[in-house]
């Protein structure tokens, strides 16, 4: 899936997690519930979750300049044309 380059697997997964949390959000927003994940897992540190946001925001930061500057997706740990 992205090769041997452990970064880019780590901002993957942080991008996925950020995904489905904002899915789950806007889910609960229209059911009338509070389905975020993140702030369930981590609410009762509000530091370790502000981390969690932050690192979610930089991954997807990093993927999208990946994608915008070369054209391209990380496929085997290297930044290839689409």
Same mark, same amino acid.
């Given at each position: 899936?992205?090769?041997?380059? !452990? @970064?880019? @697997?780590?901002? #993957?997964?942080?991008?996925?997690?950020?995904?489905?949390? *904002? /899915? =789950?959000?806007? @889910?609960?927003?229209?059911?009338?519930?509070? =389905?975020?994940? $993140?702030?369930?897992? #981590?609410?009762? *540190? !509000?530091?370790?979750?502000?981390?969690?946001?932050? @690192?979610?925001?930089?991954?997807? $930061?990093?993927?999208?300049? $990946?994608? $915008?500057?070369?054209?391209?997706?990380?496929? /085997?740990?290297?930044?290839?044309?689409?």
């Amino acid at each position: 899936m992205h090769g041997k380059n !452990p @970064l880019c @697997l780590v901002a #993957f997964v942080l991008v996925l997690v950020g995904a489905l949390n *904002w /899915g =789950l959000v806007g @889910l609960g927003m229209l059911i009338g519930s509070d =389905l975020n994940l $993140v702030k369930a897992l #981590f609410g009762a *540190w !509000p530091t370790v979750e502000a981390i969690v946001y932050l @690192l979610v925001g930089v991954a997807a $930061v990093g993927k999208m300049a $990946v994608i $915008v500057a070369k054209g391209g997706c990380c496929k /085997g740990g290297k930044c290839e044309k689409a």
